[in-house]
């Protein structure tokens, strides 16, 4: 099963909790594939990488 992962920074990254969400296919009930679980520090990392990218760091 194919886990999706965060884009934060230019860069693919697991969620820093470790955690993952299934998505389930609505036609049979069945996991098809896995999502990051974003925490308050996966948050800060996107935001702060948002910042730099808008300021031209």
Not at 10 to 19: D, L, R, Y
Not at 21 to 43: C, E, H, N, W
């Amino acid at each position: 099963m194919q886990e999706a992962r965060h884009f934060i920074g230019g860069e693919w990254a697991a969620a820093s909790g470790g955690e993952t969400i299934a998505v389930l296919d609505p036609s049979d009930g069945k996991p098809f594939t896995q999502l990051a679980r974003g925490t308050a520090a996966d948050i800060d990392a996107a935001v702060h990488a948002a910042r730099r990218a808008f300021e031209g760091a």
